[in-house]
């Protein structure tokens, strides 16, 4: 069992809540390979702690960032630096200690993309280092995007009335194109059979679509049932569910992972009835267990095209309500523990034994450049 060192996730202003999803995930850590021990107070500097630890992880706080950064000076442990939130304070020692800090970690973690885009553009020569690990919509999200459904412009692209399918993959950063394939193959052989009005049904694929996906679109006539809006903002994207008559949930073999995706967990939070093209795995637990949707494997034609067929005549599918003893709360503190585990397990171990002791008698090299 490797050994990781983690700074708390508290903030005076943080919701206890918050708190307590990280705490969750570091017990999951466990079931990884990873044994979390959480330092409370990181002043002044727990030296021993850290020569214990085979890694470091850092968030929140900008203290602990500072922390981080002299703990990897001073013992050289491999160092995660998990950031939340945009910077509070822009002065140019802020700037400069926020760089010194980018420059030491061994990986930057980000869970909001616009967070991630704006570390990118400001600091392009770490952009390699800089990780994705997206989480579920938080409770505020799903809050806000009800209030402010009618702010969608995707929306605009759908006839009122008409039977709404939104498209959601596993992985929107690597969409791979075969699952909707399959569904988009059995949908044009269901209107073949069964006409539809032109306004009778849309399905609405957000982000980077597939060339092929284009081609099979145009080549079978669907562009008409057919929006695809490109890139939307993640708020656009709860909008577009919670909008939804059904959710359209892909997953690839390759997508496979130990633990289930936010994105299904955000499908599920919104209500909606979900048809889940996914192999057998974490995503296909999480939805049997939440009651809220189907799952069909992706090479049952036969089985996709009655689905397809009943979802249009009743206008959707029955969803039941979440299961009794349903806990998405478990499966969200394992997914955020496995995708910390999996950027730990891709770090380089500490530098030899001679490096480590010079660093560890002098810490104070080199401390006038602290982007070294």
């Known amino acids: 069992m490797k050994r990781l060192l983690m700074t708390a996730a508290r903030r005076p202003d943080a919701p206890r809540q918050a708190a307590d999803a990280r705490e969750a995930a570091a017990r999951e850590l466990a079931s990884f390979g990873w044994q ?75 869970d909001d993309p616009a967070v991630q885009r704006h570390y990118r553009q400001v600091y392009p020569q770490y952009a390699a280092k800089m990780r994705l690990m997206p989480r579920a919509a938080d409770p505020d999200m799903l809050a806000e995007a009800a209030i402010t459904l009618h ?106 992972i130990p633990y289930a995706h936010p994105a299904l967990m955000d499908a599920i939070m919104s209500g909606r009835s979900i048809l889940a093209l996914i192999p057998d795995g974490p995503d296909q637990a999480l939805l049997e267990d939440s009651g809220r949707g189907l799952s069909i494997p992706q090479d049952d034609a036969a089985q996709l095209r009655q689905v397809i067929r009943l979802t249009i005549e009743a206008r959707g599918l029955e969803c039941s309500p979440l299961r009794p003893g349903f806990r998405l709360g478990e499966y969200q503190a394992r997914t955020e523990a496995g995708q910390i585990a999996e950027q730990l397990d891709a770090l380089k171990p500490p530098s030899s034994l001679l490096q480590r002791a010079a660093r560890a008698v002098w810490p104070w090299r080199n401390a006038s450049r602290p982007g070294r």
């Open 151 to 256: 702010e969608c412009e995707v929306l605009d692209q759908v006839p009122l009335n008409s039977l709404l399918i939104s498209h959601l993959h596993a992985d929107p950063q690597q969409p791979d194109p075969a699952p909707l394939l399959a569904f988009l193959e059995s949908w044009q052989d269901v209107i073949s059979t069964q006409p539809i009005r032109e306004e009778g049904v849309r399905l609405v694929i957000p982000g980077d679509v597939p060339k092929p996906v284009h081609q099979v679109i145009d080549d079978a006539g669907l562009r008409p049932l057919v929006a695809t809006p490109g890139p939307i903002a993640p708020i656009d994207q709860v909008r577009l569910m919670l909008a939804s008559d059904l959710i359209l949930y892909t997953a690839s073999p390759e997508d496979r």
């Open 36 to 110: 979390a021990n959480i330092v409370e107070n990181v002043s002044p500097l727990p030296t021993e702690a850290v020569r214990a630890a085979d890694a470091v992880l850092t968030s929140v706080a900008a203290s602990a960032h500072i922390a981080g950064y002299l703990f990897k000076r001073v013992t050289d442990r491999p160092w995660a630096l998990q950031i939340e939130h945009l910077p509070e304070n822009s002065g140019r020692l802020d700037r400069e200690v926020e760089r010194a800090c980018l420059h030491r970690a061994d990986v930057v973690l980000f």
